[in-house]
């Protein structure tokens, strides 16, 4: 079961990415919201800051696909399992990530300057985190001598 849904997470992944995180725009009757995804933020970051946006990018993009990976690589007999405690680290890095994206939108409402409405790809973002997480721990149970 482990196995399937780290595998499936290789596809949810890029699809999170892609998704909507959030709907922003000036809180005014006559202007719509613009969608946010990690992309198109990272899209953007990429223009004004790139500094700020290779650590969103390793945060968002590269941690949790590198776990993600390498947990494969574990269940597979591919990969010793004394790495899941770096794995781990990867984990934890991606949820950074959607504290980042949280703490903004927190910071924006309480601006009251413009608009900003959370959305699905949010939820399935922090669903592929937790769900890593959990999988990561599962993985790493003391006794766990085979990954099913």
């Not at 992309?39 to 968002?60: E, H, I, K, N, P």
Request: proline share 4%.
């Amino acid at each position: 079961m482990l196995k399937a849904v780290n595998l499936a997470l290789l596809i949810a992944y890029p699809v999170a990415w892609a998704a909507p995180l959030m709907r922003a725009g000036l809180d005014l009757p006559l202007f719509g919201l613009s969608e946010i995804s990690v992309l198109s933020g990272l899209r953007s970051l990429w223009q004004t800051d790139m500094a700020l946006a290779a650590v969103v990018t390793l945060f968002a993009l590269v941690a949790p696909y590198v776990k993600t990976l390498g947990l494969a690589l574990v269940h597979f007999g591919r990969m010793p399992r004394r790495g899941l405690a770096a794995l781990q680290v990867m984990g934890k890095l991606a949820m950074a990530d959607i504290f980042l994206i949280a703490l903004y939108i927190t910071v924006v409402k309480g601006i009251g300057l413009a608009r900003i409405e959370t959305a699905w790809g949010l939820y399935l973002f922090s669903g592929c985190v937790i769900a890593s997480l959990i999988i990561g721990w599962r993985t790493d149970r003391p006794g766990a001598t085979r990954v099913t």
